[in-house]
């Protein structure tokens, strides 16, 4: 229906334009509301704990409550604040941090990788299935999130033991039982069960959306199909694959659980010391200044894989 001058305005548009007023009134705009929300919500939750964190890492351990000496100190009127670096020195001076990022760092890119091996021929595969099946398949691989991470864990466990469902399967075939838990190989089974649907559902969000004519284009012109999957499949699903690994390495480095029911003596990982820091030291400005390190650590690879996407979008625009 056309709206001529002079006619009333529906309720609803004056109700909103009456918000706007308001909002205008406050200098705010729609959209400046619909990102208070999640600042407000990163605000408290994130940067204030880390905040926290921060400051107790420049404290000095002692024993009462809380277990570190304070910040700021109030004498005879006179407010003084006291930093301590030790914390963070003696991170660089102790073999054994060193040794655990490492080993956090290489099992988390291990474990990234194998899991791209595994996750984008699932998500391929997926994306290029009928509709009729797309979403069953889409739920079966979403399903292991409605059981319990911790007993997702156990039940690896469970399969990996001495006397687990795998031995004993190969046990009726006449072949000695095989070594898996309290290792590596464990650690890396759990990690890529675990983080596999975080890898093929950014994959899957990517494929799904590409456009068949250029694959039927190629083979038009004599590509082989490996062809076109290097030469178009691969590089337009870059985004998918580096929003999929970041998903899977970010958590995996500070992974806890996996290692301590899985892994052995020898898995260190920057996970467990921050633990034993915490609750088996009670050291906590170690232990938070071990977790702002990994924190470091762990921003330094998200950067330059968003680096490494920004660049090949900006390539495919100029394309």
Known sequence: MTAFPGDTPPPRRRVWSGVER???AFGLSGRALVIAAPAIWLTVFFLVPLAVVFGISLTVKQFGRPP??????NQDGTVQLTLHLNNYLYLFTDALYYKAYLSSITIALISTAITLLIGYPMAYAVARAPDRWRNILLMLIILPFWTSFLLRVYALSGFMRGNGVINQFLGLFGIPPLVMMQTDFAVYVGI??????????PLYANLVKLDGTLLEASAD????????????TL???????MAGCMLVFIPAIGEFVIPELLGGPGTLMIGRVLWDEFFANSNWPRASAVAMAMLVVVVVPIMLLRRAEDAIQDKEGAH
Do not use: E
Not at 194 to 200: E, H, S
């Open 68 to 73: 570190f000496t304070p910040l700021l100190t």
């Open 22 to 24: 308001t909002l205008a």
């Open 192 to 201: 890529v069960y675990t983080y596999l649907p975080f890898m093929i559902l």
């Open 221 to 232: 012109l004599g590509a082989r199909p490996w062809r076109t999957f290097l030469s178009i």
């Open 235 to 241: 590089p337009l699903s870059m985004p998918g694959v």
